[in-house]
């Protein structure tokens, strides 16, 4: 079985400086993990906080290799037919139609009901073949003659039973159609699974994966996404609004801005053309990284004293 693009894993230093490249911040842990998961031929489980970069990691990760990004999304009541393959029934009921008149001449040519019957088993097996197979996420992967990144996005929003379901592909990078057989990749898949902790996953899963959890960013590594993915701020405005985030998420809110919010809140004050923060227009844009009033009318109560500290600081 091929792998991928073994130059772009020789090294860790290697890894990092692939993935900033193509506007990734790689972190040195991260650049480990992705090296060992190459090596070992291990799907990595990724985990930690909603809008950390889990997804992007993956993203970037087919960008950097040059390769597909396959993506399946999960969600509750995900299936095999959603998740791996259906068929495709439409042009079966189609092909029924064109072949009418020579099934008719097949029935007509039997001595009796079950030579028709037996005659007609010697063929339905056409319909059940590799033309009339429609490969959803996790089947496409398997079938990327060059390779590909398969994301399993929110693995932990899926069902125990899909969950129990994925790990042949994990392990063996195979799965079994009982129609066709077992279809095995050709080129292994690079493969993510994300989590947002919303529940335990089993260890069965964890076993076959490496894990990486992608903690919030210290303010350093902040600034330097933050300057990676906007890099038109202005170093003063960017300092100061990363340390207004770093305050904000020490408060007991129902959902603490991501870098992603973070991110989205720097572009939104580069369109608005400001140089520094000010009370009024942190009230102005708190929408941006809050998503429920609540956090809103929380953070209002520490504005002030919030604004004057990251003016302070930078």
């Known amino acids: 079985m091929k792998w991928l693009n073994e130059e772009k894993f020789s090294t860790i230093e290697r890894i990092q400086q692939g993935f900033d490249d193509v506007e990734y911040v790689c972190t040195k842990k991260i650049a480990t993990t992705l090296y060992l998961a190459y090596h070992l031929g291990k799907p990595i489980l990724v985990e930690g906080p909603a809008g950390v970069g889990k997804t992007d990691l993956g993203k970037s990760a087919a960008i950097y290799l040059q390769v597909p990004l396959i993506r399946l999304q999960c969600y509750e009541g995900l299936d095999e037919s959603k998740a791996l393959y259906e068929w495709k029934y439409g042009k079966q009921l189609l092909y029924t139609q064109i072949l009418k008149d020579k099934l008719n001449d097949l029935i007509q040519k039997s001595d009796g009901l079950s030579e028709s019957i037996e005659k007609l088993h010697q063929h339905d097996d056409i319909f059940f073949s590799s033309p009339f197979l429609e490969p959803r996420p996790l089947l496409k992967a398997l079938q990327q003659q060059e390779g590909c990144v398969l994301l399993v ?16 592909i994990l392990s063996d990078f195979q799965v079994s159609v009982p129609e066709i057989g077992t ?3 050709t080129s292994k898949p690079f493969v993510f699974l994300t989590s947002n902790n919303t529940r335990e996953l ?22 330097k996404i ?14 100061q609004l990363v340390s207004f985030i770093q305050q904000v998420r020490k408060l007991d809110l129902k959902k603490v801005p991501s870098i992603s ?4 809140w720097a572009r939104v004050l580069l369109l608005l ?25 929380t953070v209002e109560e520490h504005l002030y004293d919030f604004t004057e500290k990251s003016l302070a600081r930078a």
Request: net charge negative; with cysteine; hydrophobic share 35%.
């Open 153 to 168: 996005d929110e693995v932990d929003k899926s069902d125990q039973e899909f969950e129990a379901f994925l790990l042949e």
């Open 183 to 185: 279809v095995s990749a």
């Open 202 to 223: 089993s260890e069965a899963l964890k076993r076959r994966c490496l894990h990486l959890f992608i903690p919030f960013p210290d303010p350093k590594l902040e600034r």
């Open 226 to 239: 933050i300057h990676t993915r906007v890099p038109g701020i202005p170093d003063r405005l960017r300092k």
């Open 261 to 264: 919010e973070t991110i989205d």
């Open 273 to 297: 053309h400001s140089d520094k923060l000010s009370p009024d227009l942190v009230r102005e844009t708190l929408n941006v990284f809050l998503k429920f009033e609540e956090d809103i009318r």
